[in-house]
């Protein structure tokens, strides 16, 4: 009978039994060499440089988010601000104007000025008018209204908001010739 080459090499004594059975298994771990007969320890196998990339990038997420947060309340800070300063602003000017306003429902003279670039009218009586152009009188915009209001809370209101001034004739200041001939009567 054949013999298997195994068989032939247990006989010849060159391979001891169950040789085949260790080979197929992982090598044995070697005994322990460190001090006090125990393994040494193996350093921790250094971070791949996509896992730093990740934590910096984490990081720096992180760093953006906090910002435009912070820029976000500073930005929402600025406008409460403004809305608190235009409220009291507006409620200064409620109180300046409450009792100051000189229109009267039957005035017949139209008082034509320039505001916001385009042409507005208020009207006026004769008395009014002379006042009106003479700078003692000014014409304040308020509540999508135009009020006649006195020189001094003309001036008042261009301090508060010059925005809300209409009109207010400086009267040091040279007369402007628009073409209309002085003597021309409406």
Known sequence: ?????????????????GFHERASKQPPMPKPSGPGGRRPRKPPPPQAAADRDDIGLAKAYALRSEQQTRERRQREQAAAEEARLR?????????LLADSALNKTGAEHPRYFEYAGKIRRIYVDTEQLRALNLGELGIVQHGGRYLLVSGAVARQVQALDARHLALLVDPAAPAVDDGVPDD???
């Open 1 to 17: 009978m054949v013999d298997s080459l195994r068989d032939q090499l247990l006989k010849s004594g060159l391979v001891k039994p």
């Open 184 to 186: 021309l009567t409406w």
């Open 87 to 95: 409220r009291e602003r507006k409620a200064r000017m409620q109180a």
